[in-house]
């Protein structure tokens, strides 16, 4: 089933309109033009599509979103405070509806600016952004964002850089009046033997109830290290697709974090590609939701040479009528052999109208290899319960508790103690008897 036509009418506007009012390099025209051919010929994702089953896009797809601003209005930093971490080392980047604002921003750097002023000075621009590993015939909405992308960031650290550099992006989306769409493109490139700490944040102002649709292409050099922490936590009426796509060389190892806590409808894809012998990638992912929320997790591991490993640690917690979706594949293309494999969901319901569908998949095409996965879905556990029960502690107070220590598992994980702080705010502040929990943690 294809597209209603009415619910591509605002983006192909869009993309005319960038198509005209932009002076762009013709290679980079010509590339816009190419990734909207490939996203109409197609539309939207159905369930009727594999990788679409569990989630139904009929909410997005009822709502018309207009174009943001070239130049939106300033917002002031008192409005962001609480909101975002505080980095004092970090390069920081601050979008406001997907535009670049300086005023906002601290510390620039060489090693990170604003995609718009890269593709602005530089003699071929295009090559800053299409040198990459999506295949765009393979993912529409990063079709999408190549044919509409106004502005993001680009990260660039030199070989030999042994300390981390650590780059803060910070992407605000604004109540407007009305929906607005924005795409996001953050480009990484990691020289060989150097380290990155990257921490990008989605977050909303009031009950903004724009569609962001971002993608972030990361390259490892060999012997590269990059932990990245994505934190989802924009407004219960928004609408985010993201896509983080990562190439990894020899010996190069890659952590993620992807914390995913707000939006009506939220779809995380992850596609790693292990192409060169000794890389490695650890994938950590949390989820919580409540209310009518939906979060989908797909993510796809490529082991495409020998002596390569992967980690998949995913939680997921849901509360009224929400749904969560996890699905992690892995494949072991012909000659990866020692490959060593792992993936687990754990997912937790705390409601009786709440739904979590997990599926693990594995695909394998070599001989000696190492690959497991374990997927579980259930309810707080009763033994656990009574005992706090039985030490006087009420039962929304031992829910809740039972409920944080689960979270707090993949948490604690993430490399940045800020992120953490910030991240344990916001748990607890979902969470009844915050309070008291604060009292035992």
């Not at 869009?14 to 198509?19: I, L, S």
């Not at 917002?75 to 390069?91: K, R, W």
């Not at 992807?258 to 890389?279: H, T």
């Amino acid at each position: 089933m294809s597209t209603p036509a009415h619910a591509l009418d605002s983006y192909r506007a869009a993309f005319e309109q960038r198509v005209q009012q932009t002076r762009e390099s013709a290679a980079l025209a010509q590339q816009r033009q190419q990734a909207w051919a490939a996203f109409a010929a197609t539309g939207f994702p159905n369930t009727r599509d594999e990788d679409w089953k569990y989630t139904n896009l009929r909410r997005l797809l009822r709502r018309k979103f207009s174009a943001p601003a070239d130049n939106p209005d300033e917002i002031e930093a008192d409005a962001l405070a609480g909101q975002i971490v505080e980095m004092p080392h970090a390069s920081r980047l601050v979008f406001v509806d997907g535009v670049f604002s300086p005023h906002l921003s601290s510390t620039p750097s060489d090693h990170a600016v604003s995609l718009a002023t890269t593709l602005r000075n530089e003699e071929q621009p295009e090559k800053t952004l299409f040198d990459n590993v999506i295949d765009i015939g393979q993912h529409r909405f990063a079709a999408l964002n190549t044919a509409l992308f106004t502005d993001g960031a680009v990260v660039n650290v030199a070989p030999n850089q042994k300390q981390p550099t650590v780059v803060y992006l910070v992407f605000v989306s604004r109540e407007n009046g009305h929906g607005v769409a924005v795409h996001p493109r953050v480009q990484v490139n990691v020289g060989n033997a150097s380290a990155l700490q990257l921490v990008e944040h989605h977050i909303s102002l009031d009950a903004a109830d724009n569609f962001v649709n971002s993608i972030c292409e990361i390259d490892l050099g060999d012997g590269a290290r990059v932990e990245h922490i994505r934190l989802q936590d924009e407004a219960e009426t928004g609408f985010s697709i993201a896509g983080l796509h990562v190439r990894q060389a020899r010996d190069s190892e890659f952590v993620s974090h992807n914390y995913c806590l707000g939006g009506a409808l939220a779809r995380n894809d992850v596609v790693v590609l292990l192409e060169e012998p000794g890389a490695h990638c650890t994938l950590n992912g949390l989820f919580m939701v409540r209310g009518s929320q939906h979060v989908d997790n797909h993510v796809r591991i490529d082991h495409l040479a020998m002596h390569t490993q992967s980690e998949q640690n995913y939680r997921g917690v849901a509360d009224g009528r929400a749904r969560g979706v996890y699905n992690g594949k892995v494949v072991v293309h012909v000659g990866a052999d020692k490959t060593d494999a792992i993936q687990s969901s754990k997912n937790l319901l705390l409601s009786d109208q709440a739904e979590i569908d997990t599926k693990p998949e594995l695909e394998i095409y070599a001989d000696d290899v190492k690959c497991r996965h374990g997927a579980t879905v259930g309810q707080l556990d009763a033994d656990a319960l009574f005992y706090l029960r039985s030490r006087g502690i009420d039962l929304e107070t031992a829910r809740a508790l039972l409920t944080y220590a689960f979270a707090e598992d993949v948490v604690v994980k993430a490399g940045v103690d800020a992120v953490r702080d910030l991240l344990d705010t916001r748990i607890l502040g979902l969470l009844p008897a915050q309070d008291i929990i604060r009292e035992f943690v």
